[in-house]
């Protein structure tokens, strides 16, 4: 079963609105991680949070996480039409020895000009 | 800087065919490398890792194989395609200076099984 799970599978906004993306997942995580892909690219990191952090920034993205509620959030602010991609959250299990990460399905986000 | 390289960007083959991806990473050395599988609007399924040179763990049942000759190597094979086989093919890697677990990927490759 998949461990990652997104919300909205799709979102429309207007340029300048703020997008907000969540990620559920079932076990323990050591991190959890967003990335970003372009269609018909390959994937982009974007941000990295521990399962002791609660928030992170990083430009125009906020990424919280709950692990009370297995539970993440991204949040875009001011959005542009360059930022319309889908957006994955990845989940790390375990030891980083073999790294494995664990996808949810993914957002696609449209930013609309 | 650290580089990944994939190749081909697109691939049509027959069914029953036999089938060579291949992944080099610039940049890094003894990186972890992955395969992963992406069906279309879909997330990602790792197929392979590897933790160094001849080292390959299988995820999932299914039938493709992966091989790590050279430290910075990674390819992905078939002796025989199946059209379920189609999708977008990504390699990444996670190296010893890219942070704890973060991946960095390759451009892809689109393959279709007709």
């Known amino acids: 079963s998949q461990q990652g799970e997104e919300d909205p599978q799709a979102l429309s906004i207007q340029e300048g609105e703020n997008a907000t993306m969540n990620c559920s997942y079932k076990t323990s995580i050591n991190n959890l991680q967003w990335y970003r892909q372009n269609s018909g690219r390959g994937l982009v990191h974007l941000i990295l949070i521990r399962s002791n952090e609660r928030e992170k920034h990083s430009g125009r993205l906020r990424v919280t996480l709950d692990t009370s509620k297995k539970s993440s959030s991204l949040l875009i602010t001011a959005s542009r039409a360059a930022d319309t991609a889908s957006y994955f959250c990845a989940t790390a299990l375990g030891s980083s020895n073999t790294g494995k990460l664990i996808f949810g399905q993914g957002t696609t986000l449209q930013v609309k000009p | 800087s650290q580089t990944i390289h994939q190749w081909p960007a697109t691939l049509v083959q027959p069914v029953g065919s036999p089938l060579s991806l291949e992944c080099t990473v610039e940049?890094?050395?003894?990186?972890?490398l992955y395969w992963y599988r992406q069906a279309a609007g879909r997330g990602l399924q790792l197929l392979f890792y590897?933790?160094?040179?001849?080292?390959i763990s299988s995820e999932v049942p299914q039938n493709l194989s992966a091989s790590r000759p050279q430290d910075r190597q990674f390819i992905l094979s078939s002796k025989k395609l199946l059209l379920s086989d189609s999708g977008f093919y990504l390699c990444a890697f996670k190296g010893g200076t890219a942070g704890y677990n973060e991946q960095f990927f390759g451009p892809g490759t689109r393959l279709t099984v007709l």
């Open positions: 940049g890094t050395s003894n990186p972890n």
């Open positions: 590897s933790v160094g040179i001849g080292q």
